[in-house]
Each structure stands twice: as C-alpha cells, then as structure tokens.
C-alpha cells in the first residue's frame, strides 16, 4: 500500500490550503483515512479522520476549520484548510487503515511521506 501526500506550502495567517493524498495498492472504498500533523519538536496528533463509511472526526482545535473529505472514484482523501493560524504549522501525514473494514477513528496500518505546511504571522 502505498501513500503520496501533496499540496502543502507556504500560507499567510488566515489563509488557505488544501492536502491531496492518493492511495494505491489497496480497496480505498475500504480503509478509513486520516490526516496526522507534528510540528517541530511536537508528537504526531491526530488532526481528521473519516471511516469508509463517511463518518468524520477532528482534532478540537481544526474543528470548523479544517474539513475532510474522500472521493472513492480517484482513491484520494482530502484535507480542506481555512482560517490558518501559524500553531497549524506541521508536516502534515495521511494514513489508512483496513482493519475493521475501514470503520476505525483513528486508522493507523499504512502511512504516507509527509508534506510540510507553514503558516506564517
């Protein structure tokens, strides 16, 4: 299974962004997918998640900013980013999950590279 992340950058505070990742090697209709971040000297967080089935979850602080979305057809996940603030600054993961049909909140198996988004003041 194979993951690759992209559409990260260099945004202005208030800005936009949006992250693509593309799965292949796998039954993307079947994995749940997340979005994962760590910044500088910080762990890996959990940032979205969303289950084969559709159902979304977020990390508080990205809560109605950040939106998370999957087109089946194109085995892409997607992370929509408004409203940036500077503490989104991170390398920002996406990974996928099997188990349990896909039906998992926080999926974990297979992880792509990461794509580095900078938020400035």
């Known amino acids: 299974v194979q993951l690759q992340a992209s559409g990260g950058g260099l945004v202005q505070a208030g800005g936009s962004l949006s992250l693509s990742c593309v799965v292949s090697?796998?039954?993307?209709?079947?994995?749940?997918m997340g979005w994962y971040r760590q910044g500088s000297g910080k762990q890996r967080e959990f940032v979205a998640s969303?289950?084969?089935?559709?159902?979304?979850n977020y990390l508080g602080a990205v809560k109605g900013r950040f939106t998370i979305s999957r087109d089946n057809a194109k085995n892409t996940v997607y992370l929509q980013m408004v409203g940036l603030k500077p503490e989104d600054t991170a390398v920002y993961y996406c990974?996928?999950?099997?188990?349990?049909?896909?039906?998992?909140?926080?999926?974990?198996?297979?992880w792509g590279q990461g794509t580095q988004v900078t938020v400035s003041s």
């Open positions: 990974a996928s999950d099997s188990r349990a049909r896909g039906n998992i909140g926080l999926p974990t198996q297979y």
């Open positions: 090697g796998s039954i993307f209709s079947n994995n749940a």
């Open positions: 969303i289950t084969s089935e559709g159902r979304t």
